[in-house]
């Protein structure tokens, strides 16, 4: 896609938009509800047109192609499976509408049906399958005929839990199996994070950045990937200068110096945001003895709330700025937790990542 944008009406949806798929790779698209990613993926399938712009594929216009014409996969979130036809049916059809021979699109058929785990389902009907079963004949349907490009549109949001951890673990068995790229519209960070090989962050039509998951959680550009991403406390650092270690800076957080990590390719402002993931937080009754190699602030517990396996704190500085840190309920009998007390929150040097103010 370049420089992509969509309207309807007064309402922006993208606002030039640029996204490469690479071939093979699974690419997703994350942000939350109204953020582009699913009109992105209707312009990628033609079922929508860009304002302006172009859609490319291998070097072709395909701008104004239409749907039918871009050879593309299209799994939607509500399946859109036939209920009068069989299973085996459902996923010829688009070998029919390419008039393919029927003893090469019976073994096409028979081929995808066993690639996505129902090889003897062939002549059931649609309404005696399940969700899971559904969305799998949804997607032998979308590849039985050998795309170039897989285009998924939250296609796991109408399943429960387990099923959805299911039908995740499947997904990442084909996509290797085929080698067939899958674009894949989502607003579950969990999701996004363990299914794929980059991930394309959309806030308010724009794309906030695009990189491989580690990079998305542990390096976010903005503060919205920051935050949008897993969770994250974000302080507010003044006097931020670099170090002699390319990506190591100093900072202060009120009058405590701190070292965290940042960018290589730009220095960050004076005044930045520092995202601290709660996994690297600790919390100390006292203050803690190998302090040379922590960063430590003094904080008071607010509230703690009780998840079964975890419990997570919230707690705040003397100038009431808030933070949450979730630990093991384990750690936190030992430190003994009780609201209104006072604690130390540390995390060591050289964690936390400086991102624009």
Known sequence: MEDVSKRFGALTALSSVN???????????????????STTLMCLAGFEAPSEGRVLHRG???????????????????????????????????????KIARAERERKVRAMLST????????????SLSGGQQQRVALARALVFGPNLLLLDEPFSALDRRLRGEMQSELT?????????FVFVTHDQDEALSLSDRIAVFNKGRVEQIAEPSKIYEEPATTFVAEFVGETNLLDVTRVKAVGDPNLYHAHYGDTEIIC???????PAPDSKLSVRPEDVELHATLPVNGTQLNAISVRLLRSTYFGASVEALLGDQADRQFRVRLS?????NTGLEDGRSYWLSWPKGTGYLVPK
Do not use: C, W
């Open 19 to 37: 996204l490469d798929v690479r071939q093979g790779e699974f690419l997703t698209l994350l942000g939350p509800s109204g953020s582009g990613k």
């Open 60 to 98: 072709e216009d395909f701008t104004s192609l239409s749907p039918e014409k871009r050879g593309f996969g299209v799994v939607f979130q509500g399946y859109a499976l036939f209920p009068h036809m069989s299973v085996a049916e459902n996923v010829a059809y688009p070998l029919v509408v390419r």
């Open 116 to 127: 996505v785990g129902l090889g003897h389902y062939e002549d059931r009907r649609i309404q």
């Open 173 to 181: 068995r084909i996509h290797q199996e085929l080698g067939t790229a």
């Open 261 to 267: 990590r940042g960018p290589q390719d730009a220095v």
């Open 329 to 333: 309920t384990k750690r936190a009998r």
